[in-house]
């Protein structure tokens, strides 16, 4: 088969143009930068760029999200890749490990895993580095005065919230469900159960295709930003026991819980599209695999349920997984880049822990990438 990944990478307008600069500037030259992030094609841009930047990468995936692929790929390129596709959780920890032997000046972290496990087993030359995610940024603030470091969270840019967690999200999810399931959400009731910025694009981009679409939202203000865009606020047994599609993307665990799932109508679709398997426990209902990407979930009441891409993320976990669009990742890996920049060249310090992506960065990416775009006209 053919590989998409000489079409992603061509397609990261943003990226090519930091790695041309690297070129010369080498921010990255003499030190190692340690990864544990989706390795899909979007992936290999990013890595790459870091390289041209004089940067040794040892990389791992996230769970269930890797791609072969992309791993024979990066390992042909020179990339030191530790594991491969896995959806254990005690292999996954393992992987970890092996990318903190090689002691990493820099992390680039999606989950907060990386810096967490550093904690247990600290070592003096890491200056420090970044966070992809909302639930990695949550598991991280806790820890600030043990990390004493600048970790740059990409998620809290306004560039990532809009661009990937709203707009881009949104649509991989829908792309996902109508690839997986090949059902229509034309009249379909969804639920969906978190109105964040990427619950907002999720809701919107169902709603665009037709859906009746209720939101759960624990926020009382995030309930009336949905009850103001017009969607339905219904209380939460009613939304559940309606939906003929359930999506949770939260980043909170259990957020669908084995005394939830009895109101749920037989044959309801669930997905989950926040980072961490953990929002939708099914206790013990028994799962049987279905079809690719579909599990059966049977409760003891008899129902059936469709668990898509095994309760992780939907849009990465599915069969032929396109992920989220090449230009939000584009984006969001070009902030990627200059934040493990201005960690690498000491333009932050350890005052920037687990901060939002400075000001100036943000500026520097959208202006660049504007100017990409209309050079195209
Ligand atoms: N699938 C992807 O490609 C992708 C991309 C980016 C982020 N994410 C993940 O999606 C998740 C959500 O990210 P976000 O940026 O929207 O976060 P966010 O903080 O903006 O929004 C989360 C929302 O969920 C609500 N919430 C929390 N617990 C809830 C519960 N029990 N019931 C209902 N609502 C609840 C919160 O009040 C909040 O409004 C995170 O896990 C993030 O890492 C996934």
């Not at 599209?273 to 690719?292: K, M, R, S, W």
Request: net charge negative; charged share 20%.
């Amino acid at each position: 088969m053919l590989s998409r990944i000489p079409w992603v990478v061509g397609s990261c307008g943003l990226l090519a143009s930091i790695g041309a600069e690297f070129d010369r500037t080498r921010p990255f030259a003499h030190m190692v930068i340690g990864t544990a992030i989706h390795l899909e094609p979007k992936t290999v841009a990013l890595l790459l760029t870091l390289r041209r930047g004089g940067a040794e990468i040892v990389a791992a995936g996230n769970l269930n999200s890797t791609q072969p692929e992309t791993v024979d790929h990066l390992r042909a390129q020179g990339v030191h890749v530790v594991g491969s596709t896995t959806t254990d959780h005690g292999t996954h920890v393992a992987e970890l490990e092996r990318v903190l032997d090689a002691e990493p000046h820099l992390l680039l972290d999606n989950g907060g895993e990386l810096f967490e496990r550093y904690l247990t087993r600290p070592y003096e030359r890491l200056l420090g580095g970044t966070e992809e995610t909302t639930s990695g940024r949550m598991r991280l603030e806790p820890l600030r005065a043990e990390l004493a470091r600048p970790v740059l969270v990409v998620n809290d840019s306004p560039i990532k919230q809009f661009a990937e967690n709203t707009r881009a999200v949104g649509l991989s999810v829908l792309e996902s469900f109508l690839r997986i399931t090949n059902r229509t959400p034309h009249g379909a009731r969804v639920t969906v159960l978190g109105y964040g910025a990427c619950g907002r694009g999720v809701a919107e981009c169902f709603r665009q295709a037709h859906a009746l679409v209720s939101v759960i939202e624990v926020d009382p203000v995030a309930r009336l930003r949905a009850h103001l865009d017009g969607f339905d606020v219904l209380d939460r047994t009613s939304a559940l026991s309606s939906a003929e599609v359930v999506v949770t993307v939260t980043g909170a665990r259990d957020v669908l819980a084995p005394a939830d799932l009895p109101l749920l109508r037989d044959d309801a679709v669930l997905a989950n599209a926040g980072h961490f398997p953990d929002e939708i426990n099914l206790g013990d209902a028994e799962v049987a695999p279905l079809t690719e990407g579909i599990d059966t979930v049977h409760l003891a009441n008899g129902k059936r349920l469709y668990l898509l891409g095994g309760g992780h993320m939907v849009n990465l976990a599915g069969p032929r997984a396109l992920g989220n669009s090449v230009e939000s990742m584009d984006l969001g890996f070009a902030l990627q880049s200059r934040c493990l920049e201005a960690v690498a060249t000491g333009a932050v310090g350890p005052d920037s822990c687990v901060v939002p992506v400075p000001t100036a960065i943000d500026e520097r990416v959208a202006t660049e990438y504007v100017a990409l775009r209309s050079a195209r006209v």
